[in-house]
Protein backbone atom coordinates (compact mmCIF):
# COMPACT_ATOMS: atom_id res chain seq x y z
CA UNK A 1 0.00 0.00 0.00
CA UNK A 2 2.93 2.43 -0.49
CA UNK A 3 2.30 3.06 -4.21
CA UNK A 4 1.76 6.60 -3.64
CA UNK A 5 4.62 7.06 -1.75
CA UNK A 6 7.16 5.97 -4.45
CA UNK A 7 6.84 1.93 -3.87
CA UNK A 8 4.33 -0.30 -5.84
CA UNK A 9 3.02 -2.79 -3.96
CA UNK A 10 3.00 -5.37 -6.97
CA UNK A 11 6.80 -4.85 -6.87
CA UNK A 12 7.05 -5.04 -3.40
CA UNK A 13 4.98 -8.59 -3.08
CA UNK A 14 4.56 -10.52 -5.80
CA UNK A 15 1.65 -12.67 -4.13
CA UNK A 16 -0.71 -11.10 -1.20
CA UNK A 17 -2.49 -14.08 0.64
CA UNK A 18 -6.29 -12.53 0.98
CA UNK A 19 -7.00 -10.45 4.55
CA UNK A 20 -9.70 -9.56 6.38
CA UNK A 21 -10.64 -6.36 7.93
CA UNK A 22 -11.76 -5.52 11.43
CA UNK A 23 -12.80 -2.05 11.85
CA UNK A 24 -13.72 0.09 15.07
CA UNK A 25 -16.15 2.87 15.62
CA UNK A 26 -15.85 6.02 16.72
CA UNK A 27 -18.79 8.57 15.39
CA UNK A 28 -16.92 10.98 12.53
CA UNK A 29 -13.32 9.48 13.36
CA UNK A 30 -14.46 6.63 11.63
CA UNK A 31 -13.52 8.72 8.44
CA UNK A 32 -10.05 7.71 9.08
CA UNK A 33 -10.84 4.53 8.59
CA UNK A 34 -12.28 5.66 5.16
CA UNK A 35 -9.06 7.18 4.22
CA UNK A 36 -7.58 3.82 5.24
CA UNK A 37 -10.41 1.78 2.65
CA UNK A 38 -9.54 4.19 -0.13
CA UNK A 39 -5.66 3.72 -0.32
CA UNK A 40 -6.48 -0.52 0.26
CA UNK A 41 -8.96 -0.74 -2.39
CA UNK A 42 -6.43 1.30 -5.06
CA UNK A 43 -4.67 -2.14 -4.85
CA UNK A 44 -5.97 -5.00 -7.15
CA UNK A 45 -2.79 -7.02 -5.16
CA UNK A 46 -5.18 -7.19 -2.28
CA UNK A 47 -8.21 -8.92 -2.32
CA UNK A 48 -10.65 -8.61 1.14
CA UNK A 49 -12.26 -11.82 2.17
CA UNK A 50 -14.24 -10.33 4.92
CA UNK A 51 -15.09 -7.50 7.09
CA UNK A 52 -16.08 -7.08 10.75
CA UNK A 53 -16.91 -3.70 11.97
CA UNK A 54 -19.02 -2.14 14.56
CA UNK A 55 -20.77 1.73 14.68
CA UNK A 56 -19.05 3.93 12.31
CA UNK A 57 -16.67 0.81 11.23
CA UNK A 58 -20.39 -1.17 10.57
CA UNK A 59 -21.14 1.66 8.30
CA UNK A 60 -17.48 1.68 6.59
CA UNK A 61 -18.00 -1.57 6.01
CA UNK A 62 -21.33 -1.94 4.76
CA UNK A 63 -20.93 0.57 1.90
CA UNK A 64 -17.55 -0.97 0.70
CA UNK A 65 -19.11 -4.32 0.39
CA UNK A 66 -21.90 -2.74 -1.32
CA UNK A 67 -19.81 -0.83 -3.65
CA UNK A 68 -17.52 -4.36 -4.66
CA UNK A 69 -21.07 -5.85 -5.23
CA UNK A 70 -22.15 -3.17 -7.49
CA UNK A 71 -19.26 -2.34 -9.68
CA UNK A 72 -16.08 -3.36 -7.80
CA UNK A 73 -12.87 -1.17 -6.32
CA UNK A 74 -13.73 1.77 -7.91
CA UNK A 75 -17.42 1.95 -6.94
CA UNK A 76 -16.61 1.04 -3.65
CA UNK A 77 -14.20 4.06 -3.59
CA UNK A 78 -16.94 6.10 -5.24
CA UNK A 79 -19.27 5.12 -2.97
CA UNK A 80 -17.22 5.63 0.27
CA UNK A 81 -16.71 9.08 -0.67
CA UNK A 82 -20.39 10.17 -1.53
CA UNK A 83 -21.31 8.35 2.38
CA UNK A 84 -19.05 10.93 3.98
CA UNK A 85 -19.83 13.68 2.09
CA UNK A 86 -23.95 13.18 2.61
CA UNK A 87 -22.67 12.51 5.56
CA UNK A 88 -21.19 16.23 6.34
CA UNK A 89 -23.86 17.79 3.90
CA UNK A 90 -26.66 16.28 6.15
CA UNK A 91 -24.82 18.23 9.44
CA UNK A 92 -24.95 21.07 7.92
CA UNK A 93 -27.03 22.84 9.18
CA UNK A 94 -26.90 21.04 12.73
CA UNK A 95 -25.91 23.41 15.42
CA UNK A 96 -23.13 20.85 16.69
CA UNK A 97 -20.58 23.49 15.11
CA UNK A 98 -17.09 24.68 16.47
CA UNK A 99 -16.71 28.12 17.56
CA UNK A 100 -14.37 31.31 16.37
CA UNK A 101 -11.42 30.59 18.37
CA UNK A 102 -11.34 26.60 17.92
CA UNK A 103 -11.32 27.54 14.07
CA UNK A 104 -8.48 30.08 14.30
CA UNK A 105 -6.45 27.52 16.77
CA UNK A 106 -7.43 24.31 14.23
CA UNK A 107 -9.03 22.72 17.62
CA UNK A 108 -11.09 20.32 16.34
CA UNK A 109 -13.64 19.56 19.35
CA UNK A 110 -16.94 20.92 20.43
CA UNK A 111 -15.93 20.78 23.91
CA UNK A 112 -17.22 24.72 23.86
CA UNK A 113 -19.91 24.69 21.65
CA UNK A 114 -23.13 25.66 23.45
CA UNK A 115 -25.05 23.41 21.22
CA UNK A 116 -23.04 20.18 22.65
CA UNK A 117 -22.66 21.48 26.06
CA UNK A 118 -26.51 21.48 25.89
CA UNK A 119 -26.86 17.64 24.58
CA UNK A 120 -24.13 17.03 26.66
CA UNK A 121 -26.16 17.75 30.02
CA UNK A 122 -29.59 16.78 28.66
CA UNK A 123 -27.93 13.36 27.79
CA UNK A 124 -27.30 12.68 31.44
CA UNK A 125 -30.65 13.96 32.27
CA UNK A 126 -33.07 13.76 29.37
CA UNK A 127 -34.17 9.99 27.55
CA UNK A 128 -34.26 10.12 24.28
CA UNK A 129 -37.98 8.03 24.94
CA UNK A 130 -39.04 11.85 26.56
CA UNK A 131 -38.72 13.11 23.05
CA UNK A 132 -41.56 11.12 21.68
CA UNK A 133 -39.57 9.88 18.96
CA UNK A 134 -38.71 13.28 17.47
CA UNK A 135 -34.96 12.49 17.57
CA UNK A 136 -34.62 10.34 14.50
CA UNK A 137 -31.49 8.93 13.35
CA UNK A 138 -30.51 11.43 9.98
CA UNK A 139 -28.39 8.77 8.80
CA UNK A 140 -31.64 6.32 8.14
CA UNK A 141 -32.50 7.53 4.88
CA UNK A 142 -28.62 8.34 3.62
CA UNK A 143 -27.59 4.72 4.38
CA UNK A 144 -31.03 4.16 2.42
CA UNK A 145 -29.57 5.79 -0.39
CA UNK A 146 -26.28 4.85 -0.39
CA UNK A 147 -26.99 1.50 -0.54
CA UNK A 148 -28.84 -1.32 -2.39
CA UNK A 149 -29.03 -3.83 0.27
CA UNK A 150 -29.44 -7.01 -2.18
CA UNK A 151 -26.50 -6.63 -3.25
CA UNK A 152 -24.41 -7.50 0.39
CA UNK A 153 -25.61 -10.34 0.20
CA UNK A 154 -25.44 -11.67 -2.81
CA UNK A 155 -21.56 -10.03 -2.97
CA UNK A 156 -18.42 -11.46 -2.70
CA UNK A 157 -17.19 -10.05 0.77
CA UNK A 158 -18.19 -11.54 4.40
CA UNK A 159 -19.85 -9.34 6.45
CA UNK A 160 -20.66 -9.54 10.30
CA UNK A 161 -22.12 -6.33 12.11
CA UNK A 162 -21.95 -5.96 15.28
CA UNK A 163 -25.15 -4.23 17.58
CA UNK A 164 -25.47 -5.01 21.85
CA UNK A 165 -28.88 -6.78 22.83
CA UNK A 166 -30.14 -4.72 25.28
CA UNK A 167 -31.86 -7.04 27.23
CA UNK A 168 -28.98 -9.56 27.91
CA UNK A 169 -26.14 -7.32 26.75
CA UNK A 170 -24.68 -9.54 24.71
CA UNK A 171 -23.38 -9.04 20.81
CA UNK A 172 -25.47 -10.02 18.37
CA UNK A 173 -23.15 -10.36 14.83
CA UNK A 174 -25.19 -10.15 11.72
CA UNK A 175 -24.16 -11.96 8.67
CA UNK A 176 -24.06 -9.94 5.12
CA UNK A 177 -27.83 -11.66 4.57
CA UNK A 178 -29.06 -9.96 7.45
CA UNK A 179 -27.51 -6.51 6.92
CA UNK A 180 -30.80 -4.02 6.92
CA UNK A 181 -30.74 -0.10 7.91
CA UNK A 182 -31.93 -0.79 10.91
CA UNK A 183 -28.86 -3.24 11.47
CA UNK A 184 -26.16 -0.72 11.16
CA UNK A 185 -28.59 1.83 13.06
CA UNK A 186 -28.56 -0.71 15.60
CA UNK A 187 -24.66 -1.00 15.76
CA UNK A 188 -24.32 2.76 15.61
CA UNK A 189 -27.37 3.23 18.32
CA UNK A 190 -25.68 5.21 21.05
CA UNK A 191 -28.35 5.13 23.74
CA UNK A 192 -28.40 8.67 25.49
CA UNK A 193 -29.45 9.90 22.08
CA UNK A 194 -31.49 7.56 20.34
CA UNK A 195 -33.95 5.23 21.05
CA UNK A 196 -33.08 1.61 21.08
CA UNK A 197 -33.76 -0.35 17.82
CA UNK A 198 -36.19 -2.99 17.74
CA UNK A 199 -34.98 -6.09 15.32
CA UNK A 200 -37.31 -9.01 15.37
CA UNK A 201 -39.16 -7.72 18.64
CA UNK A 202 -35.47 -7.08 20.34
CA UNK A 203 -33.84 -3.50 20.94
CA UNK A 204 -30.27 -3.21 20.39
CA UNK A 205 -28.00 -0.32 21.44
CA UNK A 206 -24.27 0.79 19.90
CA UNK A 207 -22.34 -2.60 18.98
CA UNK A 208 -18.99 -1.04 20.62
CA UNK A 209 -21.09 -2.26 24.34
CA UNK A 210 -19.92 -5.78 23.18
CA UNK A 211 -17.66 -6.19 20.68
CA UNK A 212 -15.89 -3.33 18.61
CA UNK A 213 -15.25 -4.67 16.53
CA UNK A 214 -15.76 -8.64 17.06
CA UNK A 215 -13.22 -10.61 15.98
CA UNK A 216 -14.21 -14.06 16.36
CA UNK A 217 -16.42 -15.08 12.92
CA UNK A 218 -13.58 -13.51 10.77
CA UNK A 219 -11.22 -16.29 12.29
CA UNK A 220 -14.18 -19.18 12.32
CA UNK A 221 -15.66 -17.75 9.05
CA UNK A 222 -12.49 -16.40 6.77
CA UNK A 223 -10.61 -18.23 4.29
CA UNK A 224 -8.16 -15.59 5.28
CA UNK A 225 -5.70 -16.19 7.80
CA UNK A 226 -4.28 -12.21 8.16
CA UNK A 227 -6.48 -9.85 9.75
CA UNK A 228 -6.12 -5.89 9.71
CA UNK A 229 -7.38 -4.49 13.05
CA UNK A 230 -8.09 -0.57 11.96
CA UNK A 231 -7.80 1.23 15.55
CA UNK A 232 -9.21 4.49 16.02
CA UNK A 233 -10.12 4.52 19.90
CA UNK A 234 -6.93 5.27 21.69
CA UNK A 235 -5.64 2.35 24.27
CA UNK A 236 -3.71 4.12 26.19
CA UNK A 237 -2.96 8.11 26.87
CA UNK A 238 -0.27 9.37 29.03
CA UNK A 239 -2.31 11.80 30.99
CA UNK A 240 -4.59 11.44 34.04
CA UNK A 241 -7.69 12.77 33.19
CA UNK A 242 -8.84 15.67 35.54
CA UNK A 243 -11.90 17.35 34.32
CA UNK A 244 -15.38 16.10 34.31
CA UNK A 245 -15.36 16.27 30.91
CA UNK A 246 -11.98 14.20 30.17
CA UNK A 247 -12.95 11.54 32.74
CA UNK A 248 -16.16 10.94 30.77
CA UNK A 249 -14.07 10.78 27.85
CA UNK A 250 -11.55 8.73 29.19
CA UNK A 251 -14.16 6.21 30.13
CA UNK A 252 -15.97 6.22 26.50
CA UNK A 253 -12.18 5.46 24.88
CA UNK A 254 -12.20 2.46 28.04
CA UNK A 255 -15.52 1.39 27.58
CA UNK A 256 -15.52 0.94 23.99
CA UNK A 257 -12.06 -0.84 23.85
CA UNK A 258 -12.10 -3.49 26.67
CA UNK A 259 -14.34 -6.23 24.24
CA UNK A 260 -11.95 -5.53 21.85
CA UNK A 261 -8.68 -6.05 24.23
CA UNK A 262 -10.32 -9.08 25.69
CA UNK A 263 -10.80 -10.77 22.70
CA UNK A 264 -7.35 -10.45 21.34
CA UNK A 265 -6.19 -11.79 24.99
CA UNK A 266 -8.62 -14.78 24.51
CA UNK A 267 -6.44 -15.41 20.97
CA UNK A 268 -3.40 -14.75 22.23
CA UNK A 269 -3.90 -17.47 25.28
CA UNK A 270 -5.29 -20.13 22.50
CA UNK A 271 -2.46 -19.57 20.43
CA UNK A 272 -0.34 -20.52 23.41
CA UNK A 273 -2.72 -23.73 24.48
CA UNK A 274 -4.27 -25.02 21.49
CA UNK A 275 -2.78 -28.16 19.45
CA UNK A 276 -2.59 -26.90 15.93
CA UNK A 277 -3.00 -30.18 14.29
CA UNK A 278 -6.04 -29.52 12.34
CA UNK A 279 -10.06 -27.49 12.48
CA UNK A 280 -10.68 -24.85 14.36
CA UNK A 281 -7.65 -24.87 16.57
CA UNK A 282 -5.75 -24.81 13.18
CA UNK A 283 -7.14 -21.70 12.65
CA UNK A 284 -6.72 -19.67 15.71
CA UNK A 285 -3.25 -20.67 15.61
CA UNK A 286 -2.00 -19.43 12.29
CA UNK A 287 -4.31 -15.90 12.78
CA UNK A 288 -1.57 -13.37 12.19
CA UNK A 289 -2.85 -9.69 12.85
CA UNK A 290 -1.89 -6.52 12.23
CA UNK A 291 -3.23 -2.98 12.74
CA UNK A 292 -3.30 0.21 11.54
CA UNK A 293 -3.47 3.35 14.01
CA UNK A 294 -2.18 6.93 13.87
CA UNK A 295 -1.18 9.10 16.89
CA UNK A 296 -3.64 11.85 15.67
CA UNK A 297 -6.28 9.62 17.12
CA UNK A 298 -4.92 10.59 20.47
CA UNK A 299 -5.02 13.92 20.06
CA UNK A 300 -8.74 14.27 19.44
CA UNK A 301 -11.43 14.50 21.95
CA UNK A 302 -14.57 12.95 22.78
CA UNK A 303 -16.74 15.92 21.26
CA UNK A 304 -14.85 16.15 17.85
CA UNK A 305 -16.52 12.59 17.27
CA UNK A 306 -19.72 14.44 16.70
CA UNK A 307 -18.21 17.10 14.41
CA UNK A 308 -19.02 16.63 10.62
CA UNK A 309 -17.37 19.29 9.28
CA UNK A 310 -16.09 18.44 6.08
CA UNK A 311 -12.51 20.07 6.97
CA UNK A 312 -12.56 17.54 9.69
CA UNK A 313 -13.71 14.58 7.81
CA UNK A 314 -11.09 15.48 4.78
CA UNK A 315 -8.35 15.95 7.18
CA UNK A 316 -9.05 11.90 8.75
CA UNK A 317 -9.35 10.48 5.49
CA UNK A 318 -5.53 12.06 4.11
CA UNK A 319 -4.76 10.78 7.22
CA UNK A 320 -5.81 7.31 7.29
CA UNK A 321 -4.45 7.18 3.55
CA UNK A 322 -1.23 8.34 5.09
CA UNK A 323 -1.26 5.65 8.07
CA UNK A 324 -2.10 2.70 5.23
CA UNK A 325 0.91 3.57 3.32
CA UNK A 326 3.20 3.89 6.29
CA UNK A 327 1.95 0.37 7.11
CA UNK A 328 2.89 -1.24 3.64
CA UNK A 329 5.59 0.20 3.38
CA UNK A 330 6.46 -1.08 6.72
CA UNK A 331 4.75 -4.22 6.88
CA UNK A 332 3.48 -5.40 3.41
CA UNK A 333 6.03 -8.07 3.04
CA UNK A 334 4.84 -9.71 5.97
CA UNK A 335 1.41 -10.30 5.25
CA UNK A 336 0.88 -14.12 4.91
CA UNK A 337 3.86 -14.89 6.51
CA UNK A 338 3.86 -13.38 10.73
CA UNK A 339 2.06 -11.26 12.82
CA UNK A 340 3.02 -7.46 12.76
CA UNK A 341 0.54 -6.40 16.36
CA UNK A 342 2.08 -8.30 19.08
CA UNK A 343 -0.79 -9.25 21.02
CA UNK A 344 1.08 -11.53 23.65
CA UNK A 345 2.09 -8.32 25.41
CA UNK A 346 -1.37 -8.10 26.25
CA UNK A 347 -1.59 -11.20 28.12
CA UNK A 348 1.88 -10.22 29.64
CA UNK A 349 0.31 -6.74 31.07
CA UNK A 350 -2.81 -8.48 32.69
Known amino acids: ?35 VLDRILEEEAIEIDGISGTSAGAMNAAVLAAGMARGGRQTARDMLTAFWRKTSEAARFSPLKRGPLERITGDWSLDNSP ?112 T ?14 KTAREIASRLNEISFNAQLLKELRMIALLRRVVDPG ?30 AEWDFLQMLFEEGRRAAIA ?5 LADVGVRSTFDIDQLVEDV
Not at 12 to 33: C, E, N, R, V, Y
Not at 172 to 195: G, N, Y
Not at 228 to 241: D, F, G, K, S
Open 1 to 35: MAANAGTDVRTAKTSIPPIDLALQGGGSHGAFTWG
Open 115 to 226: AFLAMDIMARMVSPYSLGGIAGNPLRDLLAEIIHFPDLADGPIKLFITATNVHTGQGRVFRKHEITVDVLLASACLPSMFQAIEIDGVPYWDGGYAGNPTMTPLVRECDSHD
Open 228 to 241: LIVQINPVERLETP
Open 278 to 307: HGEARQWKEMRLHRITSDIMVTLGHSSKLN
Open 327 to 331: FGQAH
